[in-house]
């Protein structure tokens, strides 16, 4: 009764990841029909290239400072949100309303808004003394991407972390109430350990969003100025599509599933370890 579920699971998954590990190992391109076999060069041009290191550097600093940004976030909204009594599923409705918009209209939202010309966030910002075209300096247009994407996704792990508040047994909160302690209290001691699964799946979501992130950078600046926004996914898709080396493009796409791989599996772990 599993086959056919199994036969779609080869066909649609494990067959494509074993058919880019092949031509890995070829120096795959449109214009050859019978591409050479190069064995391991393509991987030791990948890891040669500045340009690879530079692009994860640049996820790095996009998946810490913006994954920082929401968590904080989603978790001040959720905390909000529990103590709200009327209007609470309004509310989140309303709060939710990013989450329904694709990558491609949010990328194209915060273009217009910080458009110099028209933009009305632009216009705030020269009112406090910036002139400078946001997407057009290296030293904000990442910033500018990063915050497009914790606008968009922070009400996901608010959703996630206030069902985690929701489900959690309220009698240890009630008994620490009568004890005596504080708020911060029962967040360290009572709130967090109980809810700490919840968190850490909406975490492991927008880890695995992240890395292949691609949506929002390729409707506003393309990997510029300057690569300041070459992030690893656009910099793959570049190599793919720009420069059509599809050897070395599966060879940056393994990296990425393989790093996607080692997080998903830590933050198995980490739940694992927490429900023991």
């Known amino acids: 009764m599993l086959l056919p579920s199994m036969v779609v699971l080869i066909i649609i998954s494990i067959f494509p990841i074993l058919y880019m590990l092949y031509i890995s190992f070829f120096n795959y391109s449109i214009s050859f029909d019978s591409p050479p076999f190069y064995f391991f060069k393509n991987w030791g041009k990948v890891f040669k290239n500045v340009d690879f290191w530079k692009s994860w550097y640049r ?17 001040v909204f959720s905390l909000i949100l529990f103590q709200i009594t009327s209007f609470k599923n309004a509310i989140l409705t309303l709060l ?35 002139y400078s075209e946001v997407f057009g300096n290296p030293k904000t247009a990442l910033l ?6 914790v606008w968009e996704w922070t009400p996901l792990i608010t959703l996630i972390f206030f069902s985690g508040l929701q489900s959690m047994d309220t ?42 992130y691609i949506d929002t950078i390729s409707i506003i600046t393309k990997g510029g100025p300057a690569d300041s926004t070459k992030i690893a996914g656009w910099h793959l898709y570049e190599v ?4 059509q080396d599809f050897g070395q493009s599966a060879v940056m796409a393994i990296v990425m599933l393989f790093i996607t791989i ?3 599996k830590l933050f198995v772990n980490l739940m694992d370890k927490d429900e023991d």
Request: charged share 10%.
């Open 59 to 75: 996820t790095m600093i996009f998946y810490i400072s913006g994954l920082s940004l929401e968590i904080i976030l989603g978790v």
């Open 96 to 130: 939710m309303l990013p989450v329904f918009v694709a990558p491609i209209v949010a990328g194209l939202l915060g273009r217009y808004l910080l458009n110099s010309t028209y933009g009305f966030y632009a216009w705030l910002l020269q009112n406090m003394g910036y």
């Open 144 to 149: 500018a991407i990063i915050l497009i994407d």
């Open 171 to 212: 009698q240890p909160l009630e008994a620490s109430t009568i004890d005596g302690a504080r708020y911060f209290q029962k967040l360290r001691y009572i709130i967090f350990p109980l809810c700490s699964r919840s968190l850490l799946v909406a975490i492991m979501i927008r880890s695995m969003d992240i890395i292949r």
């Open 240 to 243: 793919a599509f720009r420069f």
């Open 262 to 264: 080692i997080l998903g």
